[in-house]
């Protein structure tokens, strides 16, 4: 069974720009969570879905960032306009329903803003 | 406010030694615990878990202590293997929020052959 799909696994793009990143979770997962990685604050929590119903957006931290989930294999973080301090590498990860919590995460994708 | 915290971003253990990891949180409303291991250029991958009702779990060379009342977990790995460096990640679930997971900023770790 695919794990976790993301990409692209490396952006590079100017400042101003729209960043659109992809995921594809593990099938049958309902629950789906969209994780960035920083130096300074270490995996940060931005939004999960269940269910493709966003649950907790309380961690994206601006309104330039936004998050869907049209269909159950499928989901997008976009970036607009997109900023240096958002070079970050971004993680997705899906689980299902009640489970210990064990998250299963996909390769990542680094993105960098000149 | 972060309420997993990793103090120590970096540790360099002999390969055969024993290697201890530590993680502090601030949240009493925590109720089960996890590390993660992340290679470079790879998403973390589930490691070992506790609940908070024990006070240790161990999964062959890989232990974890869980110590409620200082809210203290650490992550002991005998013995230490080349293998092992990687960054470990510390991460809680709060009993009220079964599906979010919060992180801690991860150590580094180095096993010296």
């Known amino acids: 069974d695919a794990g976790v799909i993301q990409s692209p696994r490396h952006e590079v793009t100017e400042m101003g720009q729209e960043v659109t990143l992809r995921c594809k979770p593990i099938s049958g997962h309902d629950y789906l969570f969209w994780y960035r990685q920083t130096m300074m604050r270490g995996l940060e929590l931005l939004i999960y879905?269940?269910?493709?119903?966003?649950?907790?957006d309380s961690g994206m931290p601006e309104d330039r960032f936004s998050a869907k989930m049209p269909n159950a294999s499928f989901s997008t973080l976009k970036i607009q306009p997109s900023e240096p301090r958002d070079s970050a590498v971004y993680f997705c990860a899906s689980r299902q329903g009640f489970d210990t919590g064990e998250l299963f995460f996909g390769e990542g994708s680094r993105l960098t803003v000149l | 406010d972060q309420q997993v915290k990793q103090n120590s971003p970096s540790l360099s253990v002999q390969e055969g030694r024993i290697s201890i990891l530590n993680c502090d949180y601030t949240?009493?409303?925590?109720?089960?615990f996890l590390w993660y291991k992340k290679y470079p250029a790879e998403g973390p991958t589930f490691l070992i878990s506790?609940?908070?009702?024990?006070d240790k779990n161990e999964d062959g060379r890989f232990t974890v202590f869980l110590n409620k009342s200082a809210k203290h977990l650490s992550l002991h790995i005998v013995p230490s293997q080349p293998g092992d460096s990687a960054v470990y990640f510390c991460a809680a679930k709060r009993v009220d929020s079964s599906y979010k997971l919060i992180f801690g900023s991860g150590t580094r770790l180095l096993v010296r052959p």
């Open positions: 949240n009493s409303m925590f109720d089960y």
């Open positions: 879905f269940n269910n493709n119903v966003p649950i907790d």
């Open positions: 506790i609940s908070s009702i024990k």
